[in-house]
């Protein structure tokens, strides 16, 4: 299906439109054969992204050196050695002891610190490593300590008159668990939105945390006609990195405020003559 849509859209552009020359039409072709094979899978995504290496030369729409420094260019090279530092990460397990030693400081918080320790976490990572590779990295972190502050709360919610995060609740007539409001599911949402945006804004700070970073240096650097005057990694961290932690602390504090609101939601719950005024 993808070499044949990719010949009929040739042939189409070419016949139809005058102002499209034959390199255009060709060129047009071998995108839209490109992406019917990533859309249905029928081929290894890694062999289709190899295509125009094939298929560019033998067409005569460019020679196979200026289609393979494409290839080899800086923003793909350092973008390919983040993934190769995230797998390093993961293989030595180096997410997982950041986490854990910030957690270690800022534990006596409580949920406040858990927080920020997953927030300053992510967002350092994400300095040298791409956005996905961090939010890959945390979010079983995030996920192990949710569970295990959901596991406490629920424990402490089995006695809510002596229970310390409901200090208002008197008037307990159950020992079941609320799990639908409860502070645990607000802290899980926190955790969760916490590793996902970090990673983003944690990227802002590097020049290479993140893939459009490297693009805007190269388009300044092509614009200049110097990539060496382009943006440097110092200039740019000294410029970004002062944005990107006032960007995490103010994530930290939005995210706190939703898991204290989810609190105040959790405590107050009508009484029942207040439920029988209003049937």
Known sequence: LGPISGLLTGLLASSFSPEIDSKMAKTLGVTVFMIVWWIDGSVNMGVTSLLPIALLPVLGILPGNQVCKCYFADTVVVCFSSLLMAYAVEY???????????????RGWGEAGVLLSFVLAT????MWLSNTATAALMLPLANAA???????????SQDPVHNPLYPNVTNATTSTPVRSNTPSSRFGEALDLSVAFASSLGGMATLTGTGSNLVLQATLAGAEGDAQEGVSFVIWFLLAAPISLLCLLALWGILWMHVSWGMRLAISVPKEEEIEEHK
Do not use: I, K, W
């Not at 030595?92 to 800022?106: C, F, G, I, Q």
């Not at 967002?123 to 994400?126: D, K, P, Y």
């Not at 949710?146 to 402490?156: P, T």
């Open 146 to 156: 949710y569970v295990s502050m959901r596991s406490n709360n629920l424990e402490l």
């Open 92 to 106: 030595y397990n180096l997410h997982s002891m950041l986490a854990h030693e910030l957690l270690r400081v800022t």
């Open 123 to 126: 967002g350092f990572l994400s």
